[in-house]
């Protein structure tokens, strides 16, 4: 006589988010100013103003941006502002920071258009391993947008799950 295998995850009625459906696809470049510094140390308006002005700018088109100073140099804030105003028409997103802020922030930005209310009073695990590195602050935006809504949030896989939050 042959046994059935009965599949228990999918009768506990769990429901699995993996935020590698919130990955946004698309080419990311870094801009570092630190090679617009006279001297390495200091940034002239007059330099800034000189390379924006020669910049092929198109060359950005439907790209996210990170504006960023890896030197150990205080930048002015306008010169962030004039670079911003330059790629605005072009980049699809422009951030301060290194690719790492940019893919959170494009991460947070999709996790926000979730319609949380659609989980209510759902039992949902948060797949922890995807096939795309995550960034921590996806995770802690998904928790804090699912948590008014659903019954319970867990962390892992089916098999293993981490307690986050259950409901009263």
Known sequence: MEELIENKVDKSGLITISLDEFYTQGERVLIDIKDLLYE?????????????????????????IALYCSADAI????????????LQPFAKKIVF??????????FIQQIEKLNAE???????I???????????AAFVAITTI????????????????VPIYKSK
């Not at 930048?75 to 330059?86: C, G, V």
């Open 40 to 64: 390495g140390l200091i940034l002239r308006e007059k330099d800034i103003r000189e390379f924006i002005k020669n910049e092929n700018w198109e060359k950005y088109k439907d790209k996210y």
């Open 126 to 136: 948060i797949k922890g391993c995807g096939k795309i590195p995550t960034p921590e």
């Open 75 to 86: 930048i002015p804030m306008w010169a962030y502002m004039l670079l911003a105003s330059a």
């Open 118 to 124: 659609k989980y209510k009073d759902e039992r949902v």
């Open 97 to 106: 920071g290194d690719l790492k802020e940019l893919e959170a922030q494009l």
């Open 146 to 161: 699912l948590r008014p809504y659903v019954k319970s949030l867990m962390f892992g896989e089916a098999c293993s799950t």
